[in-house]
């Protein structure tokens, strides 16, 4: 579509730091933030960063340590594309297309501070604080069909949403390291956690042709189907988590005389969360289609200003209850408790010089309650489990360069309340999601076998073999409605991912010049890794239907697991100089490639939703100018990929897809969405005191 201009919305400022209340009386219409997109001239990114430190003495053991760093950074982004809906079973044409631009502007604000207090040779105690905010806008315009059965279905119908997004974390902690005697330590550790995730008054305009059949006539909203396309959103998460660790160590050896070491640690780790969610979400149903007047679609206010509420035009309500039915506030909410109580012992054992045991015992007691009362009812659910989680490594040197390693362990994966609440997530135009209450967490055997070679200290060489078996694999898949929501669920009974990897790091030369007798160091250095991973899974649409209240019909009997691509493939060459007055150049161009991976399983005649595999490549420089100064420059994205992902076809469904949708094969993949991203070149300089 190309643009002129960068454009964002009303509210949010530079800082990233934007919060908006819901107004006194929403259902009068008070809202203060315009509906109409905004100019913010030329994008420039920029990022700063301040830290320091000290020290001192106290007395003739003690001492202070003080160090603390603030930075702040902005990015402004643009790209545009295709996103289409889910395609039907029936003709294979997915129910909505569109041609979209995303305008987006992010901020990270990040303060971190430490303070050391050593009390004397055998005791330390540490504070730790880190405060983050993240925060996005987004100004997001599509243009096409709506809906292929209603709404725009000959296109020219146009949705613009207009996001704000914060991310603010607050950690402390509090650490303490303790040496009781010769053999024996203690460390112990609390933490408070807190994070706040905020999307104040998100806001959507949709507006179709006045006659469906003519896509390049005059807007309204008089056959705008339903209320929710025209909204303002609020959202608040809440969670603070208390952590709480202690560990006592005790070291010996067997032989003094060969000095064969080994350590046996026992400990506990507690970790207690709260989670608090709550959204509302008003509504604009707009009545009486034929006195509906046309829409300018950069003009939005201009309706709401020539049309109030006392017009009879439209109607306010929140999503509880009805659209078009005024009333209170009446959130969405949900909330929980999380609780994980774990005990464990590890053993570090040197049997001889050459061969090292690391094994541990861990058990974990976990409880996951969550309650909820959202637009799917009032309920609440406890997830309440035991693992016994083993652990065994081994290292042998084969002799001072080479090691073999040999690792396995059982891990679990805990659903997270996000994919446990039922709350419908609109956080994408063509594409909603919601939690599942009765999922279960995955156990996972974990295995490794890996050799390394290093020649030299800053070179290596290591190839490995790996192995996962999984019991009761999470997966995102396409429930069975008619709205193609995605939610989570125990899709199976088993996993396995069987990996090769291959690692090498080498310098292609490596010089000490000799300058006014001064030895400076210059490297030629190239490295990169490369795996291959064979995913299986056996997909149960029964497992499904007995374990939860979901409806599964997985097109396929199986698939690769969630999120793996098959090759990925890493690798970067670097140039490092060192020059006269403490001045040094780096260099370092990296390339990075992944195939396609699974990003959600297909159901009801649908294939699999696919994100394509792409390639990276970047550049990254920096040469420090004297004591003070350095310059860097980077280039990233310079190949500025093709961004996909697609749903699949079964062989043998959707045999009526019409090829003449731009974007659509005959029994080949249909695109959910494609786009670019940009390159982006920046030059920095940063001055140091």
């Known amino acids: 579509m190309g643009v002129d201009e960068f454009y964002l919305n009303d509210g949010p400022d530079f800082s990233g730091f934007y919060n908006a209340d819901i107004p006194n009386n929403p259902f009068s ?84 501070g430490n303070v050391g207090y050593r009390i004397n040779n055998d005791n330390n105690i540490k504070y730790n604080l880190l405060v983050l905010n993240n925060s996005s806008q987004k100004q997001q315009e599509f243009f096409g069909i709506l809906d292929r059965e209603d709404d725009a279905p000959e296109g020219g119908g146009f949705i613009q949403r207009a996001t704000f997004e914060r991310t603010t974390l607050y950690v402390h902690q509090l650490l303490g390291e303790h040496n009781l005697s010769e053999n024996i330590d203690v460390n112990w550790g609390g933490a408070y956690n807190y994070v706040k995730n905020l999307v104040p008054d998100r806001r959507q305009n949709t507006v179709l042709p006045v006659r ?86 950069r003009q939005i206010d201009q309706y709401f200003e020539q049309n109030p509420l006392s017009s009879g035009l439209y109607q306010i309500g929140t999503f509880r209850g009805g659209a078009s039915i005024p009333g209170s506030l009446n959130p969405q909410t949900f909330g929980g408790e999380q609780q994980i109580n774990a005990a464990f012992v590890t053993l570090e054992y040197k049997f001889n010089p050459k061969l090292t045991l690391f094994a541990g015992l861990r058990g974990e007691q976990i409880t996951q309650e969550i309650d909820w009362n959202t637009t799917f009812g009032e309920d609440s659910s406890k997830l309440d489990t035991f693992e016994f989680l083993p652990s065994l490594a081994l290292k042998y040197e084969l002799n001072e360069k080479q090691n073999l390693r040999f690792a396995t362990s059982k891990t679990y994966t805990l659903p997270q309340f996000k994919e446990r609440a039922p709350f419908l997530f609109q956080e994408d135009i063509t594409q909603d999601s919601y939690g599942n209450p009765d999922l279960q967490n995955s156990t996972n055997y974990n295995f490794d076998l890996r050799w390394e070679l290093f020649p030299t200290s800053s070179e290596i060489l290591s190839f490995g073999v790996f192995a996962k078996y999984i019991e009761n694999p999470i997966n995102t898949f396409l429930v069975v409605s008619a709205a193609n929501d995605l939610s989570y669920a125990n899709t199976g009974d088993s996993a396995t991912a069987f990996g090769l990897e291959l690692e090498a790091r080498a310098n292609l030369f490596e010089n000490e010049i000799e300058i006014a007798d001064d030895f400076l160091e210059e490297r030629l250095s190239i490295g990169g890794n490369i795996s291959y991973l064979n995913t299986n899974q056996k997909l149960q649409s029964e497992k499904v239907a007995n374990e939860t209240s979901l409806a599964a019909a997985f097109t396929n009997t199986e698939a690769p697991l969630q999120g793996a691509s098959d090759v990925i493939i890493n690798g970067d060459l670097s140039f490092y100089k060192e020059l006269k007055n403490n001045r040094d150049l780096n260099a370092t161009i990296a390339a990075n490639y992944f195939s396609e991976r699974l990003y959600a399983l297909g159901s009801t005649g649908r294939g699999h939703l696919m994100d394509k595999g792409f390639v990276t490549l970047d550049f990254i420089s920096s040469m420090q100018l004297n004591e003070h100064f350095s310059l860097g420059i980077s280039a990233k994205n310079l190949l500025n990929p093709l961004i996909e992902r697609v749903t699949e076809n079964a062989e043998g469904d959707l045999d009526t897809v019409n090829p003449a949708v731009p974007g659509f094969l005959e029994d080949g993949p249909v695109t959910d969405f494609s786009y670019k991203r940009g390159s982006d070149i920046s030059l920095t300089l940063t001055f140091s005191f």
């Open 212 to 297: 469906n059949n003519n896509p390049d006539g005059p807007k309204s909203f008089a056959l705008v189907s339903a209320a929710s396309e025209n909204h303002r959103f609020y959202q608040e998460l809440d969670e603070q988590e208390i952590a709480a660790n202690l560990s006592a160590t005790y070291k010996f050896k067997e032989n003094e005389d060969e000095g064969f070491d080994g350590k046996l640690t026992v400990g506990y780790n507690g970790r207690f969360k709260s989670v608090d969610f709550d959204a509302t979400q008003f509504n604009y149903r707009f009545l009486r289609p034929n006195d509906q007047p046309e829409v300018d679609i």
């Open 29 to 112: 219409d008070t809202f203060d933030t315009s509906w109409d997109r905004e100019a913010v001239g030329t994008p420039v990114n920029s990022s700063f960063s301040l830290k320091g430190g000290d020290s001192y003495t106290i007395g003739e053991e003690s001492r202070l340590s003080i160090f603390g760093v603030a930075s702040f950074s902005n990015k402004h982004s643009y790209n545009e594309g295709v996103t289409n809906g889910q395609p039907n079973v029936g003709n294979g044409l997915p129910n909505s297309a569109f041609d979209f631009a995303t305008f987006d502007y992010s901020t990270a604000t990040t303060l971190m």
